[in-house]
């Protein structure tokens, strides 16, 4: 069976069985090659890393954009913006928008925080049911 792995390794041993000159030769090339896959795994793993911290980073900015949006066109104030952006945490995932469109995420907050349903009445009208 003749296959570039065997031949790879026929070579080796006809280097080490030709004593050290040979080993002197190869030995570098091989080192180099360890030192080149090495560096080439660190790169592929920080530019991985770089780019979902850039994915996040981007999410995070629209997210809170959308927020500022939303509070702004409902005439919602900063403390109201904040309590928004916690029910969004803990109750819709993130999702910044649910709040504004899901009444049953803000009567879930509300059991546990009562001042929200101020904020459902604004957000909801009469379909606001607590």
């Known amino acids: 069976m003749n296959t570039p792995l065997f031949a790879a390794h026929d070579s080796f041993l006809v280097c080490a069985a030709a004593g050290s000159g040979s080993w002197q030769t190869i030995g570098p090339a091989i080192v180099g090659l360890v030192i080149a ?17 850039r994915r996040q980073s981007r999410r995070s900015v629209r997210q809170s954009s959308l927020l500022d949006q939303l509070c702004a066109t409902h005439g ?3 403390p109201v913006q904040q309590q928004l952006e916690q029910v969004a945490r803990r109750f819709a995932h993130g999702d910044v928008v649910l709040p504004f469109v899901d009444p049953r995420i803000l009567e879930s907050a509300s059991r546990e925080t009562p001042e929200l349903a101020g904020i459902g009445k604004r957000l909801f009208g009469e379909a606001w049911q607590p």
């Open 37 to 53: 896959a090495l560096v080439a795994i660190w790169m592929g793993v920080f530019v991985a890393d770089w780019s979902r911290r």
């Open 76 to 78: 919602l104030d900063g």
